[in-house]
């Protein structure tokens, strides 16, 4: 019912068998027949050919509808004939450049299928073309992850104005199949933990080869992940991770913590990329973390001796404490992932501040040989930035194992 009404953009996600395609593709049927001469386009990021695309499946509705000839309606091989001279064709963005585009100018629905697979270029291209009044832009799409573009556009706090968002399901679907429901029930007795991504239309998680998918499922169940306060008597701690360096600085992650008796307890969790030491300080400070104890990673394998001394300057000149843990030469990625599992019984987590950190640890994973069968070490995406200053968190917990923490101290020493 959202999708109905007229909207600058407007978007289905969700799992398998929801309906999403065959709404919007009754949807240009329906337009095409009420707007003479109206142009669409339906979109795929890739279209080696039009088996890729959407048109068989407008042609079968067609058909069902008893829709043809007489009603203005003509298949082409490459593209469908519309009332009024209008048409409805289908194009693969990455076939388009920034001159090509401008061929879509003057068509007024543009519906995007699969588009969790869309680059941020081809939204950069899409959104300023798709330009007339009244025209319309259209996505469908099941989640692969928060950050797609498609997603960041879409399902942010501040979405575009003008945009009907719904998320759909097989269980909203009025005419889903019994044989998709067999294929749901199989799923969810066969592969579990893929169920909720594809049929409910949660985001993708790495189950093989996932460092971490076990021990967050485990805290999950046992309540560790929820609402952890900070002691405000206890040291809180940044551990550090920064993937760069001077200009070049690309992801910092950041995790804040305190230790407390046996437990380590993570109240937040910040990641961003492209931004200048200075914005990583301005968030410690608006987030009331000013005064944390930050802890560095000194690790040979992937920061050079120069970067980890200018980082650790400029904190102190920030006025932080800083600590710096030792080289921990070529094994310390998965030093740092023995430590993170080793120690995850026992960490706890405030969830409403941590979910992004939470998320990259869910994906961080093995990159693997196919055909030998053998695990190449983490793979290094999005997610080892969080991951890493995750492990530097637990690697810095075992350093001073004997120490019991006092309240209100504020500086320790590494102790090796
Ligand atoms: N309007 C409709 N009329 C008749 N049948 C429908 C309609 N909408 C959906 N269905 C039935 O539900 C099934 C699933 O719908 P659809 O293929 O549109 O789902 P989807 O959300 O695009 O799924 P996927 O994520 O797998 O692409 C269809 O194969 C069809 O059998
Ligand atoms: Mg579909």
């Known amino acids: 019912m959202p ?5 600058r953009y407007k978007a289905a996600f969700g799992g398998r068998g929801s309906g999403k395609s065959h709404f919007f593709a009754d949807l240009i049927i329906e337009d095409s027949l009420k707007h003479k001469g109206l142009r669409s386009v339906c979109i795929r990021e890739v279209q080696k050919s039009l088996k890729d695309s959407a048109k068989r499946l407008i042609e079968d509705k067609l058909t069902e509808h008893g829709i043809g000839t007489a009603d203005g309606f003509k298949v082409f091989r490459e593209a469908i004939e519309t009332p009024g001279d209008g048409i409805i064709t289908f194009q693969g963005m990455q076939d388009h450049t920034a001159e090509s585009i401008k061929s879509l100018e003057g068509f007024k629905r543009a519906w995007a299928e699969e588009a969790q697979t869309l680059s941020a270029r081809s939204l950069a291209l899409l959104r300023p073309t798709i330009r007339a009044e009244e025209s319309e832009l259209w996505f469908s799409w099941n989640p692969r992850r928060k950050t797609d ?32 429901e067999q294929e749901r029930l199989d799923c969810l007795r066969d592969v579990p933990d893929q169920y909720d991504h594809i049929w409910e239309g949660g985001y993708a998680t790495v ?22 306060a900070a002691d405000p008597l206890m040291t809180r701690r940044a551990f550090w991770d920064i993937g760069g360096t001077g200009a070049k600085a690309d992801a910092a992650a950041i995790w804040i913590a305190q230790f407390i008796g046996r437990e380590i307890r993570v109240i937040d969790y910040y990641e961003a990329s492209g931004q200048p030491l200075a914005a990583h300080v301005a968030w410690l400070r608006a987030k009331g973390f000013g005064d944390a104890l930050c802890v560095l990673p000194h690790d040979g394998a992937t920061n050079d001796r120069v970067f980890d001394v200018s980082y650790e300057s400029a904190l102190r000149d920030a006025g932080f404490a800083v600590e710096v843990v030792p080289n921990q030469g070529a094994g310390a990625a998965a030093l740092r992932i023995e430590a993170g599992r080793r120690h995850f019984p026992s960490i706890w987590f405030n969830e409403e501040t941590t979910r992004a950190g939470l998320e990259a640890l ?29 492990g530097l968190m637990c690697v810095a917990y075992e350093g001073p194992k004997a120490r019991a923490e006092v309240p209100g101290r504020r500086r320790q020493r590494w102790v090796v």
Do not use: C
């Open 3 to 7: 999708l109905l009404a007229p909207a």
């Open 149 to 180: 573009p498609v997603d960041l556009m879409l399902r942010s706090d501040i979405p575009p104005t003008g945009a009907a968002v719904v998320r759909a399901n097989w269980s909203d679907n009025p005419w889903f199949p019994k044989v998709l």
């Open 362 to 390: 869910g994906w961080y994973h093995e990159k693997r040989d196919e055909m030998r069968h053998i695990g190449l070490g983490p793979e290094h995406d999005w997610s080892s930035h969080g991951a890493d200053a995750f």
């Open 207 to 228: 189950t093989e080869g996932a460092y971490y998918a076990r021990p967050i499922a485990i805290a999950k169940a046992e309540g560790r992940i929820g609402r952890v």
